[in-house]
């Protein structure tokens, strides 16, 4: 997408470009992990394109890209919010504002220079010479500019620990002078593994195991029960504010609503009280496969965590497990609570988290839940009623809501 106005490439004059206009800035984009996977590294950049132009699509600018890196041209006054949108973008390891020149040593020089002076007490300079034609070798030339800058600044050379790195990379096409990396999130691009279903409830841990599959590149569908009229409308807003949180991280996320009651009071009536968590969540992983099976979705998400409660010890995850063939990705299954709040802080979910809105998990909470489940007896139990008449209604009647990426989280509650 090239949505360059006037067709003011910023380059395009350089070779008149006198040095008081040497803001010729762009983006560059060093790829994430995608860089090690040889065999799908064009797969991986192109998507990457594409998060980032469907990210940009109210900007003008134009993206130009090869093996190693990306290039966005904007205006400089769209470069500040075009970055902290490139911070949210999962793919990306690290981002810096380039000044792109003509491979002329003088104006190397002046730009290194004016980029750092007055700035920092120490420097180092770390040339690459991609343009094997440029007659200097890189460490001569780290020496040609670190002597052009120590003559004219105050700064000092420190190659162990500098204030600021200058870095030149002498490139077929130009030369690109940055210092400043700022970290990416790192990851693959969203949907390079296609899609899954993520369990979503309004807690803590599972916005956060939904971005953690995000990070790796799953795209998410979200599946959330609710059990009306014991569940509030607060409490399925909440759901939806999560959801548009880590949507930001993603792009058009779906929120698949099943009305839970008829199950969870049929479950209530039918089963002994100590197992039934056991059964509601063996009907929860049913009706999630049948989601994934209707929406072709490959795996099924949740933010279960080890040990964390009853229904979550490693026999209670066989017993419930043992409803599906689907893989289960349990991203937070290993982390302690401390590690997940700390995530959820730096996602900004956790606020929301913890409002108080009660959830179907814990509306027909027994006393004594059951740690060790047994599978036989789960079964008699739950054949006490017709469940499979009552799955197939709750997801007939699925509620679907869509987000888009200009939606605010703001918009719900
Ligand atoms: P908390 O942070 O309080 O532990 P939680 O959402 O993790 O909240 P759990 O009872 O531990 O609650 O549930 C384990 C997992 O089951 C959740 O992480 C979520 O993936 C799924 N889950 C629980 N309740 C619901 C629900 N109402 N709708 C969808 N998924 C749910
Ligand atoms: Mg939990």
Same mark, same amino acid.
């Given at each position: ?38 065999? *799908? ?11 980032? *132009?469907? %990210? ?30 490139? !911070? ?5 390891? &690290? ?12 104006? /190397? ?39 052009? $800058? ?12 500098? #204030? ?5 990379? /002498? ?14 999130? &790192? ?24 971005? %953690? ?24 807003? !909440? ?10 991280? +993603?792009?058009?996320? =779906? ?66 497990? +043992?409803?599906?063939?689907? @893989? ?8 302690? =609570?401390?590690? /997940?709040?700390? $995530? ?10 913890? %409002? @108080? ?11 004594? @839940? ?31 809501? +869509?987000?888009?990426? #200009? #939606? =605010? ?5």
């Amino acid at each position: 997408m090239v949505n360059i106005k006037n067709n003011i490439c910023f380059f395009s004059n350089l070779k008149y470009n006198i040095f008081g206009d040497f803001m010729n800035e762009l983006i560059m984009i060093k790829y994430g992990e995608l860089t090690t996977k040889k065999a *799908n590294r064009k797969v991986f950049i192109n998507l990457l394109e594409k998060n980032i *132009n469907n %990210l940009l699509k109210d900007f003008e600018y134009k993206i130009t890209k090869d093996r190693v890196r990306m290039y966005i041209e904007c205006s400089s006054s769209d470069l500040d919010s075009i970055i902290s949108k490139l !911070k949210k973008v999962f793919g990306i390891h &690290g981002i810096v504002v380039a000044h792109k020149i003509e491979t002329d040593v003088e104006l /190397i020089k002046k730009t290194c220079l004016e980029l750092v002076k007055n700035k920092y007490s120490t420097f180092k300079v770390n040339t690459k010479r991609a343009d094997k034609n440029f007659e200097i070798h890189s460490m001569d030339f780290n020496n040609v500019i670190g002597g052009y $800058i120590l003559k004219n600044s105050d700064m000092k050379v420190d190659v162990h620990n500098p #204030e600021v790195l200058i870095n030149i990379e /002498i490139r077929v096409d130009g030369t690109y002078i940055y210092t400043n990396e700022i970290a990416g999130l &790192g990851g693959y691009p969203v949907g390079i593994q296609g899609k899954g279903l993520l369990m979503l409830s309004g807690g803590i841990d599972s916005p956060v195991a939904g971005y %953690l599959a995000i990070k790796r590149g799953v795209d998410l569908e979200c599946l959330y029960f609710e059990s009306p009229p014991h569940t509030s409308v607060q409490a399925k807003e !909440k759901v939806l504010k999560l959801a548009s949180i880590i949507n930001e991280y +993603s792009g058009n996320i =779906k929120v698949n609503i099943i009305p839970f009651t008829k199950i969870q009071e049929a479950i209530y009536k039918n089963c002994p009280d100590s197992y039934i968590i056991t059964i509601m969540r063996r009907m929860m992983y049913r009706i999630a496969e049948e989601v994934c099976a209707r929406k072709k979705l490959k795996v099924i998400i949740n933010g279960e965590s080890i040990g964390q409660v009853a229904s979550q010890t490693l026999t209670s995850m066989r017993v419930i497990n +043992s409803v599906t063939n689907l @893989p289960v990705i349990r991203p937070v299954a290993c982390m302690d =609570k401390l590690e /997940i709040i700390d $995530i959820a802080n730096k996602i900004n979910t956790y606020e929301t988290s913890i %409002l @108080p809105y009660e959830d179907c998990c814990t509306i027909f909470l027994p006393k004594h @839940p059951v740690i060790n489940p047994d599978l036989e007896k789960s079964i008699t139990y739950e054949n006490s009623f017709d469940y499979r008449e009552l799955i197939n209604e709750a997801i007939d009647n699925m509620e679907v809501v +869509s987000l888009n990426k #200009e #939606e =605010k989280y703001n918009d719900y509650l």
